[in-house]
């Protein structure tokens, strides 16, 4: 049985550049990968893109309301080799419903998925689509990054201009008037005077 596996961790802990190297190693054993991310992404575009400069084009895309079965499907017709893995980046922006198609990508039709995203916003509050990712996947695995103090980040602390905002919507795209910066817990609580969510 092949397996749905969540791949996480903060902001700049190369997720997608882990995404990237593994469909590169799948191709490099001749095997047909197909990488998709949510439309609600929109930076790169249609692209998936790492911080160390590398993109690839995405297969496919996924709007919130669109089946991720009928677009993994539809893709997987383009040619008659068989996929033998499924790549997701940005995870985190799929719908709960969502993440439950992808787990039947891997049981009912034996392609494993990797998925990599964030768990929380800029709040400290689960996105959806990662909260049934860490119920739903077999495989967790958190990827890891560091703090501007040298310790392990673990929140992704929003900011407009140079100071940190702690209100607004949870989904706002890097880079589209706001960035991120990966803090660990005690960083996170002396910018946000303490308060968690």
Same mark, same amino acid.
């Given at each position: 049985? &092949?397996?749905? %596996?969540?791949? %996480?961790?903060?902001?700049?802990?190369?997720? *997608?550049? $882990?995404?990237? @190297? !593994? &469909?590169?190693? %799948?191709?490099?054993? $001749? @095997?047909?990968?197909?990488? +998709?991310?949510? +439309?609600?992404?929109?930076?790169?575009?249609? #692209?998936?893109? *790492?911080?160390? $400069?590398? !993109?690839?084009?995405? #297969?496919?895309?996924?709007?919130?309301?669109? *089946?991720?079965? =009928?677009?993994?499907?539809?893709? &997987?017709?383009? *040619? =008659?080799?068989a996929v033998a893995c499924l790549l997701v980046d940005e995870a985190q922006f799929f719908t709960a419903g969502q993440v439950e198609e992808l787990l039947r990508i891997a049981v009912e039709r034996g392609v494993p998925v990797l998925a990599y995203g964030i768990r929380t916003d800029f709040l400290t509050r689960a996105f959806p689509g990662s909260a049934r990712l860490l119920e739903l996947a077999h495989s967790l695995e958190e990827l890891k990054t560091i703090c501007r103090c040298g310790r392990k980040a673990m929140f992704n602390a929003r900011k407009v201009g140079d100071g940190f905002v702690f209100d607004g919507d949870q989904v706002a795209i890097d880079g589209e008037a706001v960035t991120y910066e990966s803090l660990c817990g005690s960083c996170y609580l002396q910018e946000s005077a303490g308060r968690l969510g």
């Open positions: 049985m &092949a397996k749905l %596996y969540f791949r %996480y961790g903060a902001m700049n802990s190369g997720k *997608s550049t $882990g995404l990237l @190297q !593994t &469909a590169f190693n %799948y191709e490099e054993r $001749g @095997q047909r990968v197909l990488l +998709a991310k949510p +439309a609600t992404d929109t930076k790169g575009e249609h #692209d998936i893109v *790492s911080r160390l $400069g590398v !993109t690839r084009h995405a #297969d496919f895309l996924v709007a919130r309301d669109e *089946s991720v079965i =009928d677009r993994f499907e539809e893709a &997987a017709a383009r *040619s =008659d080799e």
